[in-house]
């Protein structure tokens, strides 16, 4: 089968001024996407790599691959994970993951808990905030959440995203509105347990891999107790890993079934297709909540920066290039291709 892969690379030359540091933290590094392109290989002859820039219609076009691998994050704009999708549905060439729908949806965290709620599947409660004056629509108990409301890999999501008065959240939404150019969602906080979830497959077949578990407590002292911009990239680097994971998570079955359960109704009701990862907390009631879906999720190779989805798979014994292999399988199985 003659595959293509469309991403978008971190380079030298995207480091630029006039955005905020973690303007690119979404895309990904050309080892990642090398290392995508390994595993392709090794089941696919023909894997050509099309990065999903302003020339992508056109390359597409020409090469017209049989299937491609999607992980583009998109160049810009609130809809931009759904634009290679909704290319390739209009070249009517089959791809892997999510529909430009589901996409544009889970990227807004607003619109896709709106859905979530309609289905009755818990979510912390929240509020939208256009104007750093909006603070007074937020009635829920303090302390709330304040991040951007289209973007992903904890862009924005600082330690003073977790609020304790109506002037801090005002603070932090007027930077939101300044820095990222779009308005802020204010959530809920819910203060239990994290989990992040792996997901493979489609209906019936439909995997959740070993659960992810973070303990928070080892954070730096006076760290806010949530997956940080910090966290993730500033407390962690390969030199010096952060110890928060357990994976498997060290949780009783019927907890595990709940968050399972949980996970797996948010992948339907948003059709998300062939693979996820799904941010999960407790509340107080110890009830799971979805905090937000990853239809694109990150996929660094290396066991050292601990990203989730295959830090997921090791536990269960899958490699690195059998995570790729199953997203393959799973959306030709979908297309009977
Ligand atoms: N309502 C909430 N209650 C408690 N913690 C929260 C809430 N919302 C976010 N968090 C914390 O902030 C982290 C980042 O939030 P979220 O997952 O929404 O951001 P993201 O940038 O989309 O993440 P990703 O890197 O997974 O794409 C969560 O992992 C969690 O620790
Ligand atoms: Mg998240």
Known sequence: MRLALTYNVKDDSNGSGEYPEDHYAEWDDLETIEAVRDALKEKHEEVE??????????????????????????????????????????????????????????????RSKQVLSYFSVPTPKFVVMENEKDFTLFTGNFPAMVKPLFEGSSKGIR?????????????????????????????????????????????????????????FSTLPDGAAHIYSYEAKWIYDTPEKPLEIFTCPADVDTDLRESIEEVCIRAFNVLDVRDWCRTDV??????????????????????????????????????????????VVESARERYDI
């Not at 049989?66 to 931009?80: H, I, K, P, Y």
């Not at 996929?299 to 290039?321: H, L, Q, T, V, W």
């Open 49 to 110: 790599l099309i990065e999903a820039d302003l020339d992508a219609y056109d390359k597409l076009r020409d090469l017209k691959p049989e299937l491609v691998f999607n992980m583009a994050e998109g160049l810009t704009g609130e809809s931009r994970e759904a634009h290679i999708p909704a290319i390739l549905e209009m070249l009517g060439i089959p791809y892997t993951g999510s529909s430009p729908l589901t996409l544009a949806m889970t990227l807004n965290k607003a």
């Open 281 to 326: 907390r407790l509340d107080e009631e110890g009830v799971p909540n979805i905090i937000e879906l990853n239809p694109l999720p990150g996929i660094i190779p290396a066991p050292e920066c601990n990203s989730c989805f295959p830090k997921a798979a090791r536990a269960m014994g899958m490699d690195y290039k059998a995570i790729v292999n199953t």
């Open 159 to 215: 330690n003073n995203s977790l609020v304790n008065s109506g002037s801090e959240m005002s603070e932090k939404v007027a930077e939101i509105i300044k820095e990222y150019k779009q308005p802020a969602i204010v959530e809920e906080f819910v203060p239990g347990l994290e989990f992040t979830v792996a997901m493979l497959g489609n209906g019936d077949g439909l995997k959740v891999l070993p659960l992810v578990e973070m303990d």
